[in-house]
């Protein structure tokens, strides 16, 4: 199964832009990139995913390298709300395995005033 | 609506106890997941239920007994656990377990605490 390596924490100054990025140099053909946030032991939240193209919605964009190994979350305008532990996350999406979820230790965003 | 509940919200049982974790969802959902989450820990996948059979089981010990009765509805049983095993266990669905499908959204979590 692949493995996510991602920083332990990370500031970002309120209306800044948050980069998060996540190592997911194992990455196998048939599993994606997802991001969820998880706030004060909530349940985790799903952000966005992507395969090999870079992903935005209305909550984030998504940047994966051409050779799928990392990726970088990018939250435009963080605000205080943004605050959350961000887990990167390598999800199988065919074959007997699909749907298996490896989590990185997730990124503590802590976005300041 | 993405609304995935779970209750009970906290429970605390004995060692010798038998308990159940329900979970429930309504948006027509047909793969359901039990993960279980130590203190500042990611969550581990435990078990997948993908149109109400057992897909994945993450070699989980036998006191732990999933049950997937319907599409909405999954249990967890709960027999003779350890103070280990105290831990959030979240629920999450998928309208699928393959490709697009896979975007699993998560219920708020039953605080488990084993004495």
């Known amino acids: 199964d692949a493995k996510t390596t991602q920083p332990t924490s990370m500031d970002c100054a309120e209306g800044r832009a948050a980069n998060l990025p996540c190592n997911h140099s194992?990455?196998?053909?048939?599993?994606?990139v997802y991001w969820y946030r998880q706030i004060h032991s909530q349940g985790p939240q799903y952000i966005i995913h992507?395969?090999?193209n870079n992903e935005t919605n209305e909550m984030a964009s998504l940047i994966i390298t051409e050779d799928r190994k990392s990726s970088t979350l990018i939250l435009p305008h963080a605000t205080l709300r943004d605050t959350a532990v961000y887990y990167c996350?390598?999800?199988?999406?065919?074959?007997?395995?699909?749907?298996?979820?490896?989590f990185g230790d997730g990124t503590t965003l802590t976005v300041k005033p | 609506d993405t609304e995935v509940t779970q209750t009970p919200k906290h429970l605390v049982m004995g060692m010798t106890n038998k308990k159940s974790l329900k979970c429930e969802q309504h948006?027509?959902?047909?793969?359901m997941y039990w993960y279980k989450q130590k203190a500042k820990k990611p969550p581990e996948l435990m078990f997948v239920?993908?149109?109400?059979?057992?897909?994945i089981n993450e070699s989980v010990p036998s006191r732990f007994s999933p049950e997937c009765p319907n599409s909405s509805l999954l249990n967890l049983h709960l027999h003779a656990l350890q103070p280990e095993d105290s831990a959030l266990y979240l629920c999450?669905?998928?309208?699928?377990?393959?490709?697009?499908?896979?975007?699993?959204?998560f219920g708020a979590g039953t605080r488990l605490s084993v004495l």
């Open positions: 996350i390598v999800r199988v999406h065919f074959g007997t395995n699909a749907g298996k979820s490896t």
């Open positions: 992507g395969l090999k």
């Open positions: 999450a669905s998928s309208l699928g377990r393959v490709l697009a499908k896979n975007i699993q959204y």
């Open positions: 194992t990455i196998s053909g048939n599993e994606y």
């Open positions: 239920y993908s149109y109400e059979k057992l897909s």
């Open positions: 948006m027509g959902h047909r793969a």
